[in-house]
């Protein structure tokens, strides 16, 4: 009679073990401090699907009105640090330390390059930097004045990033609540498409465009190779929706030498910024402008999509000495 109690006792333990087992499976565990359970319930930096434009917002989830409030007075706070920014205010700056004054033309990992009293050095930065909470993903970009401690011949430390007095940025991919700084202190975005080979992808110009303004900067729309449309009438009339806007549009051929004037005229004392897929003719319009650029270039590929090849990899910035100015040739 013990023996039956004793098993049945045992019986019952096992069973509310498997039960207890069954449950704890089905029990969902919460973290509240790994970096994942913040991240999922960060509800204020949720990266959103793209809108009705095909735009992927990257800004902080807000009333509409606040949102509206808010990029009025961000617009009219970079206008008037446009308006009254010069290279004598960084000069003023650099003067009040012990550093040299630079400007970054190219950015890679852990390094740049900064054009410094007539030569170019290689720079890395000094780790207090990366622990500065700037809202950028980058510590530096091109188009950054710098203040440069020289090192050995060729090398130099950048110990500060100097004010921006203008930055063209987008939303990073893998962190959604940080942006991307591509350039900064620039003027203008001259967004470069081809009329052929590549074909016209108006997509692309109005996403350009949409990031052009939303970074307060002015957004151009040149359309290359124009020697390729048979009716100049087709292409005039294929871009009317933005001339509505009042977005200035240029026309040009570096095999008839169309536009090119205009084109000079608009990079004249300019920081520009080169947008545009690879193949439109970006770099060949600037060694038409600046024939001691010399920027590499690529025919179109023979495939059927007649794509451009990949011949800028990264964000480079050059001087066009007899314009006063500087463009910045992007990636396609």
């Not at 009679?1 to 498997?18: V, Y």
């Not at 509409?64 to 003023?92: C, G, K, N």
């Not at 292409?235 to 977005?247: I, M, T």
Request: charged content about 25%.
């Amino acid at each position: 009679m013990a023996n039956k109690s004793k098993k049945h006792k045992q019986r019952i333990k096992e069973r509310q073990r498997e039960a207890w087992q069954a449950q704890k499976s089905q029990r969902k565990t919460v973290r509240h401090n790994t970096a994942v359970n913040q991240e999922k319930h960060r509800a204020d930096w949720q990266t959103l699907q793209p809108n009705e434009f095909g735009v992927v917002a990257d800004r902080r989830i807000m009333p509409r009105d606040e949102l509206e409030r808010r990029e009025r007075v961000e617009m009219l706070s970079a206008q008037a640090i446009a308006a009254d920014f010069d290279e004598a205010v960084w000069q003023r700056l650099a003067a009040a330390t012990p550093y040299a004054l630079g400007l970054v033309i190219e950015v890679s990992k852990g390094l740049c390059r900064v054009a410094l009293d007539g030569e170019i050095i290689v720079c890395d930065w000094r780790g207090a930097l990366i622990a500065e909470q700037t809202g950028y993903t980058n510590i530096i970009a091109v188009g950054d004045r710098v203040l440069v401690s020289p090192q050995e011949e060729g090398h130099g430390s950048v110990q500060e990033v100097l004010p921006r007095r203008s930055g063209l940025g987008r939303a990073d991919p893998f962190y959604g609540h940080l942006r991307q700084l591509l350039t900064a202190n620039v003027d203008q975005v001259l967004i470069v498409a081809a009329w052929r080979e590549p074909h016209l992808w108006l997509q692309m110009v109005d996403e350009y465009l949409i990031g052009a303004e939303r970074n307060n900067l002015t957004g151009i729309v040149c359309i290359n190779k124009v020697d390729l449309a048979e009716e100049m009438t087709e292409v005039e009339a294929l871009l009317r929706p933005y001339q509505a806007h009042n977005h200035p549009i240029l026309y040009t051929s570096t095999v008839t030498g169309e536009g090119l004037a205009e084109l000079t005229a608009v990079l004249r004392n300019k920081t520009t910024v080169l947008a545009g897929l690879s193949g439109v003719g970006k770099s060949t319009l600037i060694n038409s402008i600046d024939t001691n650029l010399n920027l590499r270039t690529a025919r179109i590929s023979n495939m059927p999509s007649r794509e451009g090849r990949h011949t800028t990899t990264q964000a480079v910035m050059y001087p066009l000495e007899h314009l006063n100015g500087y463009v910045i040739d992007t990636p396609g």
